[in-house]
């Protein structure tokens, strides 16, 4: 009666684990398509990390290359350099034409000395080569302050000019004497007749070499600006190269 139960019950314990094993498959069973999607998941992201890793790494290099705004010859540097050169001269370039029709007109006319005092200034002066080898002398600026008159439309106007440049050449012992008795007594002496230029609007302003006006130093700065592009360009070209 024993071995009655107990055979009983060995076969009732083999048919639940029997039960339990096709409810609950052992892992080694599972069906070979799961673990080539979860491999093919994995392999998918790991692509797309390293690709965006790539093109961000490249995307720079790939734009420096390939130029700055499609022209593969320009680089942003330069771009900035040529911009910034540009919109200066045209800044300079319109800016003198508006201030040119303001500039005074000065016409050429004969006037004559009243009184002159004559003045120098001695210097040193040099030259040197590409060896930095230099050579120094001395010179003197012979010059004069004037009192004149000059007639424009037969009327008389008075004026005094200061500085008014004579000579400049070596010094030499007793210059200064030369330059005051040259002064005084010969090239500016009272009652002779001397070059000046006047301002037409103002005849008293006379000077002896009509003065440069605003307007066109801006025209001529603006164009020299505009000139001078291409030479930038070579320069940051090779500089950076």
């Not at 590409?130 to 003197?140: E, V």
């Amino acid at each position: 009666m024993e071995d009655e139960e107990n055979w009983w019950s060995l076969d009732h314990l083999s048919e639940e684990s029997e039960l339990s094993e096709e409810q609950n498959p052992p892992n080694e069973l599972l069906p070979e398509s799961i673990g080539r999607e979860k491999t093919d998941s994995i392999i998918e992201e790991t692509s797309s990390v390293i690709e965006e890793t790539y093109t961000q790494q490249e995307y720079p290099a790939q734009s420096e290359e390939n130029g700055f705004l499609g022209f593969s010859w320009l680089t942003r540097g330069e771009a900035v350099t040529f911009i910034v050169i540009f919109i200066l001269a045209f800044s300079f370039v319109v800016g003198g034409i508006l201030l040119m029709p303001s500039a005074p007109t000065y016409e050429q006319n004969e006037a004559v000395i009243l009184t002159s005092y004559a003045d120098y200034d001695i210097y040193e002066a040099s030259s040197c080569d590409s060896d930095n080898r230099c050579d120094y002398w001395t010179k003197i600026e012979c010059w004069a302050d004037i009192d004149l008159y000059h007639v424009v439309d037969s009327v008389n106007y008075t004026t005094q000019l200061n500085g008014w440049e004579v000579y400049d050449e070596n010094y030499y012992r007793d210059a200064e004497l030369d330059c005051i008795s040259f002064v005084e007594n010969e090239t500016l002496s009272p009652g002779v007749e001397i070059q000046i230029f006047y301002n037409v609007e103002n005849p008293e302003k006379a000077y002896q070499i009509p003065p440069i006006h605003t307007g066109e130093i801006l025209f001529i700065t603006g164009i020299l600006c505009f000139v001078s592009l291409p030479l930038v360009f070579l320069y940051i070209r090779f500089n950076s190269s």
